[in-house]
C-alpha cells in the first residue's frame, strides 16, 4: 500500500530537548516536504527536498532542521524546541511525474512543546 | 507571491442542505494547480481533487461539486444534502506550475448537524 508515515504521531517534550520527527514513503517519490498546521493559519511549509541531499527552506524553517540521505527518508529535527514549536505537523510527498502537484500526506505528528 | 483566501472560518448547517465553501486565490503563473483537502477529526489530510489552470470544466462527484471561475479567480465546493459525516475542516491550497509546495487556505470548519 502506498503510504507516508510519521512517528511519533503524539509527542509531548519540554522545552529544549532535541527530538526528531521521521518521516518515510514507499513510493520512490523524488520531492518530500514538512508542514505544520496551526488554528487560524492553515498549513504551512517548513521545509522540502527535491531528491537526495537536496534540501531547501519553505516559509516558516526557523528552528527546525531537516536531512535527505536516502529518498525514502526525510526526518525533522528540532534541536532545541520551544513551546512555539507546539504544533500539528504533516510529511508530504510527491512524484516529478504527470501527478507530481499532488501531494500524499502522512497522518500527523502532534508535538506539544512544554 | 500566491495566496489562499478562505473567508467562511466555520459553516453550521442542518443535514441535507447543501452548502457551499468558497476559495479564492491569487498567483501570477499561467499555469498553477488547485486542491481541496478535507481534515476530518481524526485530523488525517484526505484529498478531494486537483484541478490545473487549463481546465475549467466544472466537476461532479456524488454530492460533492467544484466550480472553477479564473475570471474571478475562485475555486468553490459544494457539497450537496450534505451529511453528518461531512463535518470537517475543508482545506483549499494552490500550487504554482514547477514548485512542489502547496499554499493552503485557512480552512472552513464545516459542522452538519442531524
Known amino acids: 500500500e502506498a503510504q507516508v508515515t510519521q512517528n511519533p504521531r503524539y509527542l509531548i517534550t519540554v522545552t529544549g530537548k532535541k527530538l526528531t520527527v521521521t518521516c518515510s514513503q514507499n513510493?520512490?517519490?523524488?520531492?518530500m516536504s514538512w508542514y505544520r498546521q496551526d488554528p487560524g493559519l492553515g498549513l504551512r511549509q517548513i521545509y522540502y527536498?527535491?531528491?537526495?541531499?537536496?534540501?531547501d527552506k519553505g516559509d516558516v524553517p526557523e528552528g527546525y532542521k531537516v536531512s535527505r540521505k536516502e529518498k525514502r527518508n526525510f526526518p525533522l529535527i528540532l534541536e532545541s524546541p520551544s513551546p512555539n514549536q507546539t504544533s500539528l505537523y504533516f510529511c508530504?510527498?510527491?512524484?516529478?511525474?504527470?501527478?507530481?502537484?499532488?501531494?500524499?500526506f502522512g497522518p500527523g505528528t502532534r508535538l506539544t512543546v512544554t | 507571491a500566491q495566496k489562499v483566501t478562505q473567508a467562511q472560518t466555520e459553516i453550521s448547517v442542518v443535514e441535507k442542505e447543501d452548502v457551499t465553501l468558497d476559495c479564492v486565490y491569487e498567483?501570477?503563473?499561467?499555469?498553477?494547480?488547485l486542491f481541496w483537502y478535507k481534515q476530518p477529526p481524526s485530523g488525517e489530510l484526505v484529498f478531494l481533487i486537483r484541478r490545473n489552470s487549463f481546465d475549467e470544466q466544472n466537476e461532479i462527484s456524488g454530492r460533492y461539486s467544484w466550480n472553477f471561475q479564473k475570471s474571478t479567480s475562485s475555486f468553490n465546493f459544494t457539497i450537496t444534502a450534505s451529511q453528518v459525516v461531512d463535518s470537517a475542516v475543508y482545506f483549499c491550497a494552490l500550487s504554482e506550475g514547477g514548485f512542489q509546495k502547496l499554499v493552503f487556505g485557512t480552512g472552513t470548519r464545516l459542522l452538519v448537524s442531524p
Open positions: 498567483t501570477r503563473d499561467t499555469t498553477y494547480y
Open positions: 508530504a510527498s510527491s512524484s516529478s511525474g504527470t501527478d507530481s502537484y499532488e501531494q500524499y
Open positions: 527536498s527535491m531528491n537526495v541531499e537536496v534540501t
Open positions: 513510493m520512490n517519490h523524488e520531492y
